[in-house]
């Protein structure tokens, strides 16, 4: 079968690792197009497709035209929504781009819901040929979710994955985000960027971490702090959440054990976890993050070497 993978900005090789030792295929690519890489004849991957993909063409297509409206109005005729990747012939993209029904391509303001409506991928190749696919693997234009930041505000710039895998959760489970009502528990919580996140939510945080979080998190009525070990509390001392949040470094393997503790005391609670790669990649382990019944495992557009477990309901 013909597809494309466009990984995330600057990690290409994780995405070319991840399709040889997570799906034991070496082929090379037929043809690079900036980051974006194409298979003319690729095994079918049923449905699994690589994390480090930001989003997969899945039934790419050749186009060759002669004028911008030429090609805006070829890629209409086959549906609404499109976005590009471009990597060459900007303003000619730009152009095209102009052309065809709107759809945003600015950095978001969180909160922000995204539309669950198919959007395709176009590529210009040079002025008069792009590589397009109206079917692919994500509702986001060109899988990407950037945020506007905030850089006075929030104590580490870590409070941008929370602001993600929220809106992830949102779009793939319809998940409302927490709120006034909600009781959360973050594990390893200093600097205080997730926690930053939730109270702006208007949710109570219970957080944990050997050293403090930011002082105007510490005085926040909103927020109870703890100096402990997180991993090391059990549920009965913390008592009743309704999210459980953590972005410890820690192995793979402990995380696994510590959201199974978790799961035990209760199947239903919403979690968002990072799960930090020390080394190189156990994807059997990740697999059986991925199989926990409710499990999304994503790769966030603010992710490096790490995923993000989501179990929302």
């Not at 993600?164 to 200093?190: H, I, K, Q, V, Y």
């Amino acid at each position: 079968m013909k597809i494309a993978f466009l990984p995330f900005p600057e990690q290409t090789e994780l995405l070319i690792s991840e399709l040889e030792t997570r799906f034991n295929i070496n082929l090379k690519p037929s043809a690079r197009y900036g980051q974006l890489l194409y298979y003319e004849d690729f095994p079918d991957l049923k449905g699994v497709y690589p994390y480090w993909a930001r989003t997969v063409m899945l039934e790419p297509f050749f186009l060759n035209f002669k004028t911008i409206g030429e090609a805006a109005n070829n890629l209409k005729e086959i549906q609404r929504n499109w976005a590009p990747y471009q990597y060459t012939c900007f303003r000619r993209a730009q152009l095209i781009q102009e052309k065809l029904p709107y759809i945003n391509l600015k950095d978001r303001k969180f909160p922000v819901k995204i539309p669950q409506s198919p959007i395709g991928l176009y590529t210009l190749i040079d002025e008069n040929n792009l590589i397009a696919s109206a079917k692919t693997t994500s509702y986001l234009p060109a899988g990407s979710l950037p945020f506007i930041e905030d850089h006075e505000n929030p104590p580490s710039r870590a409070y941008l994955k929370i602001q993600e895998s929220l809106t992830m959760a949102n779009l793939l489970n319809g998940t409302p985000l927490p709120d006034s009502n909600s009781r959360c528990f973050e594990a390893g919580a200093c600097p205080g960027g997730w926690t930053w996140v939730l109270i702006n939510l208007g949710a109570q945080v219970y957080a944990v971490d050997r050293a403090e979080l930011a002082p105007e998190l510490m005085s926040n009525p909103l927020v109870k702090f703890q100096a402990h070990d997180a991993f090391t509390l059990k549920p009965e001392e913390i008592g009743p959440i309704d999210w459980l949040f953590s972005d410890v470094i820690c192995y793979p393997e402990r995380l696994f054990e510590w959201i199974n503790m978790w799961l035990k005391y209760n199947p239903n609670l919403n979690m968002i976890c990072t799960i930090k790669m020390q080394g190189s990649i156990n994807w059997p382990l990740i697999q059986q993050f991925a199989d926990i019944p409710g499990s999304k495992i994503v790769h966030l557009n603010y992710n490096k070497h790490e995923l993000t477990w989501i179990h929302t309901h």
